[in-house]
């Protein structure tokens, strides 16, 4: 399984963004998909997640402002993040993990909040 990740950018506080996170590969292998978020000296944090079954949950610093949602049909995950804030700046990484307990990470986007 291999994930690509892209949306991210520059916006201001306030603003709204929407990550994609493409899965390819053996994906029908996948039974949990999550963000995670990495800011700047700081350690990676869980952000959101959703089951096989479209079960989500949220970190508690984005509940009822991200939502993370998904395109059976195009292999897709995204994450809409609205009301953003500078706290919310961090490099936004895709996980996937396997029905087997097989780890992959997609590559980063980096989001930044700021005026």
């Known amino acids: 399984v291999q994930l690509q990740a892209c949306g991210g950018g520059l916006v201001q506080p306030g603003g709204s963004l929407t990550l994609s996170c493409v899965a390819s590969?053996?994906?029908?292998?996948?039974?949990?998909m999550a963000w995670y978020r990495q800011a700047p000296g700081k350690q990676r944090e869980f952000v959101a997640s959703i089951t096989s079954v479209g079960n989500t949950n949220y970190a508690d610093s984005v509940k009822g402002r991200f939502t993370m949602s998904r395109d059976n049909a195009k292999y897709t995950k995204y994450l809409r993040m609205n009301s953003l804030k500078p706290e919310d700046t961090a490099v936004y990484f895709c996980?996937?993990?396997?029905?087997?307990?097989?780890?992959?990470w997609g590559q980063g986007t980096k989001v930044t909040v700021s005026s």
């Open positions: 996980y996937a993990r396997t029905r087997v307990g097989t780890h992959i």
């Open positions: 590969g053996s994906i029908f292998s996948i039974d949990w």
